[in-house]
């Protein structure tokens, strides 16, 4: 499958990698909790890691193992492990791996869960440094001799800062540094994570990769770019023989097994059926996206776009280097001074207010006021987050609808 458009792959995944039963082309929904066993040493050496099987679903059923094989394909590597929720995959994995007394630099633009769980890493004896991760210098200026990661988004959600990965992910490789990558907001095909030499890469799937708003889920991707062996960490009961696992295997027992939170069968179903049209919906986000960041970035009641996509973002030729098909279907837009982001989008009649994004539909939302809002002004202002900052996750509706949606808006205060 590997030598196939990524479209190809996708519709393709389940039927070719899963093989479901009696020539299905979807796989089923596993709702069974337990695994019988006709002889006991088979339940001995699934416990034991000597062979793979399912004997309880809070670590693995077919369901879920067949999304985690859809998922790895697509980002190419060596393993996946699902999660009931991104946050569950970020706080399951980082939890999984690092310990008190350990460092990790991380994005100072972070997601406001994300911060507020470096918060709680913190209160668990983990040491954290922030960073502008658009300059690897500053990353390597941080370090120290017991850093053991580097986590940061893609993409920033909500100003749009793009990272400087490559140089990033170089910088870790010499230093043997966990290079950990949130890609919710630039999922494959728009960009490759493992070129950019993430050693892993987590998704939140409720968004771009089921799309519908309609499923909670998180995954994350072992992409088979690190050592294990040069990671102090992983317990000895997960030194299995194949390397390449030990990260995901304590992962997986740590993580997934030990804080339990597993996701739904059917919701992996749910999740695998919207992933089949990830590369078309995406295409239709990002063209109506990178349209939409034009009008608003020409209109004389906006202060400022915040898109990648545009010429005069500071990252722009990054973002140009490293993603592909587009630039992603997140803005940020600051009005002037005289409108209020709630005024504003109270006006706006097409688009929807609601703290989501990667749905088909267009959603606003008031940034500093609500996801934002546990973090202080001054975070905020560290972030690149303005007090009147609308996000703006960009659909798949007509592109005049929505640019006429925003000009009906606009006219009210005019």
């Known amino acids: 499958m590997n030598k196939q458009g990524f479209t ?5 995944a389940d039927r070719v990698l899963n093989k479901p039963a009696d020539g299905t082309v979807h796989t089923a929904t596993t709702n069974s909790v337990l695994y019988a066993f006709d002889d006991a040493q088979g339940i001995i050496d699934v416990f034991q890691g000597k062979v793979l099987g399912h004997v309880y ?5 077919p369901s879920i193992a067949s999304l ?11 393993g996946a492990v699902c999660f009931a929720t991104g946050m569950a995959a970020i706080s399951g994995t980082l939890l999984s791996l690092l310990k008190a007394g350990d460092h990790i630099i991380m994005s100072q633009y972070l997601f406001g869960n994300t911060r507020c769980f470096a918060d709680t890493m913190a209160d668990l004896g983990i040491q954290i440094s922030f960073a502008d991760v658009t300059s690897v210098d500053d990353v390597k200026a941080l370090y120290q001799p017991n850093t053991r990661a580097v986590f940061s988004e893609t993409v920033a959600n909500p100003a749009t800062q793009v990272a400087d990965v490559h140089a990033i992910g170089q910088f870790c490789k010499e230093k043997s540094l966990l290079f950990i990558l949130d890609n919710t907001m630039t999922p494959p095909p728009l960009f490759d994570a493992k070129a950019a030499g993430a050693s892993m890469v987590i998704s939140s799937l409720t968004k771009y990769v089921s799309g519908h708003g309609n499923v909670l889920g998180g995954v994350v991707v ?6 294990w062996t040069q990671f102090p960490n992983i317990k000895s009961n997960y030194q299995v023989a194949d390397t390449a696992q030990w990260g995901l295997m304590q992962v997986k027992k740590k993580g997934l097994r030990d804080m339990g939170a597993t996701l739904a069968p059917a919701s992996a179903v749910t999740i695998a059926t919207g992933l089949e049209t990830l590369a078309l919906r995406m295409s239709r986000n990002c063209e109506n996206a990178m349209k939409l960041a034009t009008f608003l970035d020409n209109h004389p009641l906006v202060e400022k776009v915040h898109y990648p996509g545009l010429s005069e973002h500071p990252q722009h ?10 630039y992603g279907a997140i803005l940020s837009v ?14 706006l009649e097409l688009v929807i207010c609601a703290t989501h994004l990667g749905d088909n539909r267009t959603l606003a939302l008031p940034v500093a006021s609500t996801i934002f809002y546990e973090n202080g002004l001054e975070e905020r202002q560290r972030m690149g987050i303005s007090e009147g900052m609308i996000r703006l996750s960009v659909g798949i509706e007509e592109t005049d609808d929505l640019v006429n949606d925003f000009k009906q808006a606009f006219s009210k205060f005019s």
């Open 334 to 347: 600051d009005l002037v001074d005289r409108i209020s982001p709630r005024d504003f989008i109270n006006a």
């Open 57 to 61: 679903s809070r670590s693995s059923s």
């Open 68 to 78: 985690q094989n859809i998922l790895n394909e697509l980002e190419g590597g060596v």
């Open 8 to 12: 190809t792959r996708q519709v393709h």
């Open 222 to 227: 072992d992409l088979g770019n690190y050592d």
């Open 317 to 326: 030729f990054v973002a140009r280097e490293i993603m592909h098909g587009g």
